[in-house]
């Protein structure tokens, strides 16, 4: 690891991974960002500006974009895209305390969706599940819907109402300093597409002009009518030949083939256009999404001879096939490089 004087606002830290004899690889230098300015003893009120969905058809999930007004609090001009920021929904919880901060990824680029940086959005999902029994006094019978608290909250309100929000949060899930030294593949499940909006918008919308690095986005999801930002993805793919948009549909059968694909099944199958993209030095994975994809992805790349680059194994695992390798030991074991940014919940 080598550790440089900050200069030009942002802290150089570069790790230089050791290959082969003589061969080196530097990691991405990250630029500096500011955390946690706003806490939960004393959060701020932002106005919510609009709430709309943004699915591609009607589904059976419902996830809106946001927009919530931070003007004249200190969250103003203070996010990155790749950040997120913390919700406190409204009410007390099941013990009577105020219920506990939620994190939300922030959906725009860093000038925000007002292009001041006082507007800033997030992608909220409905979560809602089938009552489960929590305490000894639950009624076991019990099957209504179970409401998560801050999610169904955010998806609710309505233009003028108040949030109160908390953060920023986040410092590695972030562009590279230097967005043109890299390129980039995108993964995403659900609303894992949140940051990859933002960081979409801040390459090839930038006010220095479109970023000309090559970048792939690979957007997984059970139906095509889930498929969120759908709109602006085909429109920024259709008007920049640098950026492909690829969709991984795992619940619809596909032409000839009886099942669909999640995100690292899309990656195996076409290696031939995936491989040598992830192969070149130059690309910086960004995975965000469900918890799991991880796991597949690490297995994925370690099958596929491209741990070196992006993951730190330990020797217990690298003596065993990747196939085999548990979500656990993945858990213990596996650490990713700096070319492998991951943000799952
Ligand atoms: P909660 O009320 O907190 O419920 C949480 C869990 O409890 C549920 O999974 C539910 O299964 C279980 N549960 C509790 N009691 C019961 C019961 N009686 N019966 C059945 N199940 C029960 N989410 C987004 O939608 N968009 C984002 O952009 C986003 N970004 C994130 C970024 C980060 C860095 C992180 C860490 C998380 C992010 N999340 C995002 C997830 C978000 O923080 C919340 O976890 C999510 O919205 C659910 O919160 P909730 O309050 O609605 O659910």
Known sequence: MVHCAPRGGYALRIRVLRLKKGEIMAE?????????????????????????????????SFVKHLVLDVGNTALAGAFRAGQSFGVIAPGVDERGKPHKVRLYSVACPTWGEDGAAQHVSTTPKRLIEEFV??????????HQ???????????????????????????RFLLPADVHAH?????????????????LLELLEGRDGPCSSRIDLVMGSPYTTDLLYDDLLQRLAA???NFHYHTAISR????????????DGLLNEQFDYFGPLLDNERT?????????VRVSLFRMLAAQGLSDAYLQVNASLL??????????EIRKGIKPSGRCMLEVY
């Not at 500011?34 to 806490?39: A, K, S, T």
């Not at 609710?156 to 949060?169: F, I, K, Q, S, Y």
């Not at 390129?183 to 960081?199: E, S």
């Not at 910086?284 to 799991?292: A, R």
Request: with cysteine.
């Open 183 to 199: 390129d980039y593949v995108f993964l995403a499940t659900g609303t894992g597409i949140a940051p990859f909006r933002g960081m």
């Open 239 to 241: 008007e920049h030949d």
């Open 284 to 292: 910086i994975i960004y995975l965000c999404g469900l918890m799991g």
């Open 319 to 328: 003596a065993k096939r990747p196939g085999d390798w548990s979500s656990s």
């Open 252 to 263: 619809e059968p596909r032409r000839g083939k009886p099942t669909g694909l999640y995100v």
């Open 28 to 60: 991405p230098i990250l630029p500096d960002v500011q955390m946690n300015l706003v806490r939960a003893s004393d959060p701020v009120i932002a106005g919510v500006v609009s709430n709309e969905l943004c699915m591609r058809g009607k589904s059976a």
């Open 133 to 142: 029994p929590q305490k000894p006094a639950d009624d076991p019978d019990d």
């Open 145 to 171: 819907l179970f409401r998560g608290v801050c999610s169904n909250y955010l998806c609710d309100v309505r233009a003028g109402d108040e949030v109160r929000l908390t953060g920023p949060n986040g410092k």
